[in-house]
C-alpha cells in the first residue's frame, strides 16, 4: 500500500519548482493533493513564467495520485480561508500535510545591492509572499489539523541555518520560515502536530534551468557558467525526501528540526529521478561554502 494512502494535502505554491515536485511525490504517495498558487492557464502571475497549476495537478494525476488545483493568492487572507473551509467540506473536515512553498521574490532579490540602496517596496513585498503568505496559510490550516490531533505543517525553504544569504530581504525571508516552523512546532506539540522545515540543495528548478540555458537533457553543459551546478539536483530529490519523512511512524518527534535534501537522502535511501545522490553538505564543506 502507498504509505500516504487516504492523506489529504495542501502544497501551497505548487506551480513550479520544489512546489510541484512535492506535490506529484505526495500523490505518488498516495495523497489527495490541493495544488494551490496564482498562475493559471490563461492568467499567469506576475513572474510570467508558463507553469500552471492545473499542468502540476495533470501530473500528480499521471502519476497514480489525485491533484486539485486551486488558484489561490496566498497573501490575500479570505482567499486562504475560503481554500481551508473547502477542503473542510470536501474532505470531511480531514487534513493532514501542508506545505508552505510560496516563494515569488525571483524579481525582487537585488544581489549586490547593500539593503539601504536598495528598493523599500520589493524588500517589503518579498516578506509579504515568502513570510506573510506562509503565516496565513498556517493561520487558517492549523485548526483543521488541531481538531483531528495530528498532521505535519512544512516550511520550505533555502539554508538549514540562520547564517547571512547573500543579500538582506532574502535572508531575512528565509532564515525567517526556519524559525516559523520552530514556533509552530512548539504550539502545536501539545496537539499532537508536527512542524518543520526543509530545504534543497543546489535546486535545478525549471527557472534555474532557464537561467543556465540548458535543459534537464543537457544539464551538466550549465558547469560552464557554474562549476558547482554539477553539484545540482532535481526538485525530486527534495520530494522524495519529504514524503517519506511525512509517512515517518516517528513523525512527531522530527518537529521543530530542520531538514536537507541530502540528510533526508541518507536518512530514507533517496535517489533522485537522474539516478543521483547528490550531498550539496559535503560539497559545500569541501569547497568552503
Known amino acids: 500500500m502507498k504509505p500516504l494512502t487516504g492523506k489529504v494535502a495542501v502544497v501551497a505554491g505548487a506551480t513550479r519548482g520544489a512546489g510541484r515536485a512535492i506535490a506529484i511525490a505526495l500523490g505518488q504517495a498516495g495523497a489527495t ?132 544569504r547573500g543579500n538582506l530581504p532574502y535572508s531575512l525571508a528565509k532564515v525567517s520560515v526556519i524559525h516559523l516552523a520552530e514556533a509552530l512546532a512548539a504550539e502545536l506539540r501539545p496537539k499532537g502536530v508536527a512542524a518543520l522545515s526543509v530545504t534543497p540543495g543546489f535546486l535545478r528548478s525549471e527557472e534555474m534551468l532557464d537561467y543556465f540555458g540548458v535543459t534537464e537533457a543537457n544539464w551538466r553543459d550549465g558547469a560552464e557558467k557554474e562549476p558547482h551546478f554539477l553539484q545540482s539536483e532535481t526538485p525530486f530529490f527534495l520530494a522524495r525526501g519529504l514524503a517519506a519523512l511525512a509517512a515517518d511512524p516517528d513523525l512527531l518527534s522530527k518537529s521543530g528540526k530542520f531538514y536537507t535534501s541530502w540528510g533526508l537522502s541518507d536518512d530514507y535511501g533517496i535517489v533522485d529521478v537522474d539516478g543521483r545522490r547528490p550531498h550539496w553538505g559535503n560539497y559545500a564543506a569541501e569547497q568552503g561554502l
Open 33 to 164: 493533493v490541493y495544488a494551490t498558487g496564482r498562475s493559471v492557464r490563461g492568467a499567469p502571475s506576475d513572474l510570467a513564467r508558463p507553469e500552471t497549476i492545473e499542468e502540476t495537478a495533470e501530473l500528480v494525476i499521471e502519476q497514480g495520485g489525485q491533484g486539485i488545483p486551486v488558484r489561490v493568492d496566498h497573501t490575500e487572507p479570505e482567499q486562504v480561508k475560503a481554500l481551508f473551509e473547502r477542503i473542510g467540506d470536501e474532505q470531511a473536515g480531514r487534513l493532514d500535510i501542508v506545505v508552505n512553498d510560496v516563494w515569488g521574490g525571483e524579481k525582487l532579490t537585488e544581489w549586490g545591492t547593500p539593503y539601504w540602496e536598495g528598493a523599500l517596496d520589493k524588500a517589503l513585498l518579498m516578506q509579504r509572499r515568502a513570510v506573510h503568505s506562509h503565516m496565513i496559510t498556517s493561520y487558517y490550516a492549523a485548526p483543521l489539523l488541531v481538531k483531528r490531533g495530528e498532521g505535519l505543517i512544512v516550511e520550505v525553504t533555502d539554508g538549514y541555518d540562520y547564517r547571512y
